[in-house]
């Protein structure tokens, strides 16, 4: 029978192996890549377009060419040429994205490699660098049932390898998960309208009137790091199952049917009541199986913000 202990999830990434850390740097210089591609690239262009500036901001004056829009002719220099010039506009970004990690002790258990938090550092790294290359400051922010620690929002490249190296380097997952905290405190030091990821498994469906507060003020997406242990029970006999966030215990039998589909509804219920609690929250919500490509589930959100 297996005893899953508590103390079991108190660790740190000390204890990760250096396989994996040196095969997340690969995946990092491979996204940096990634982003830096064709400015055609189907994941930068949907990235951009699901994600407006304040306005738009003058940046040259050209020669007219048939067709354009004759609303912007620039009669000054068109006076002064002696034929038609018209005023180039460019979008204004400059947008500020802010990446909320839970690094509860929850996010540990997943069954790819170092869990669910491996998951997000790879996460911080894609969107860093997205960010990075359309010139917007990006930031991050560390929480379990407190604020760990937050990182302004800054512009470049070394900016956002801090970012990822400082998830990497998180030592200690607490107990305890407080979406709450996270929420009150971005509410209170963004000034300016942001754009609010927030990586987490959400099983704590606590109150989310501070999540609600926030999304009145910026645009807030919760990224659900999920695994299908979430919703399919595994066949390995008797087992001592402990909730790692408040320590309470029981014995299951994994082989018993009725146990299984119980496991199977209640998991399904809880996400539809997540779904629900986010809709009403007005926060978007993006699923990602954490033992699957991680790529796929963010493009597709992003394509279906682009069109709306």
């Known amino acids: 029978m297996l005893n899953w202990q508590k ?8 204890d990760l192996d250096e396989d994996f850390i040196s095969s997340l740097n690969i995946k990092m210089k491979q996204l940096e890549l990634r982003s830096r591609n064709l400015a055609s690239s189907t994941l930068r262009g949907d990235y951009r377009a699901s994600f407006h500036g304040s306005g738009v901001e003058f940046a040259e004056s050209r020669e007219y060419i048939s ?40 996010q540990l258990v997943a069954g790819r490699q170092n869990g669910r938090i491996g998951a997000s550092a790879e996460l911080v790294a894609l969107i860093s ?25 800054q512009h470049g490249e070394k900016h956002a390898h801090r970012l990822v190296r400082t998830v990497l380097d998180q030592k200690y997952f607490a107990l305890e998960t407080c979406i709450t905290e996270a929420c009150d405190r971005l509410t209170n030091v963004l000034r300016k309208k942001s754009i609010i990821f927030l990586l987490s498994d959400f099983t704590n469906l606590e109150d989310l009137g501070s999540l609600h507060r926030m999304s009145k003020r910026h645009d807030v997406i919760a990224l659900v790091l999920t695994d299908p242990v979430d919703f399919v029970l595994p066949e390995v006999g008797l087992i001592q199952v ?6 309470y215990s029981t014995i299951i039998d994994t082989t018993d049917p009725v146990v299984r589909e119980r496991y199977r509804l209640r998991a399904k219920n809880f996400s539809e009541l997540r779904s629900q609690k986010f809709s009403l929250a007005n926060v978007g919500e993006v699923k990602i199986d954490v033992t699957q490509d991680l790529l796929n589930p963010l493009s597709n959100y992003f394509k279906l913000r682009s069109v709306r």
Not at 70 to 93: C, H, P, Q, S
Not at 242 to 247: F, V
């Open 7 to 14: 103390d079991h999830v108190q660790t740190s990434l000390n």
């Open 129 to 153: 660098f997205l960010a990075v290359e359309n010139h917007d400051r990006v930031g991050l922010m560390l929480f379990d049932k407190e604020v760990n620690e937050y990182i302004k929002p």
């Open 67 to 106: 067709g354009d829009d004759t609303r912007f002719i620039d009669w000054n220099v068109t006076a002064r040429m002696g034929n038609t010039w018209i005023k180039r506009y460019v979008e204004e970004r400059d947008l500020t994205i802010i990446l909320a990690v839970d690094t509860s002790a929850s």
């Open 242 to 247: 402990q909730s790692i966030e408040d320590g």
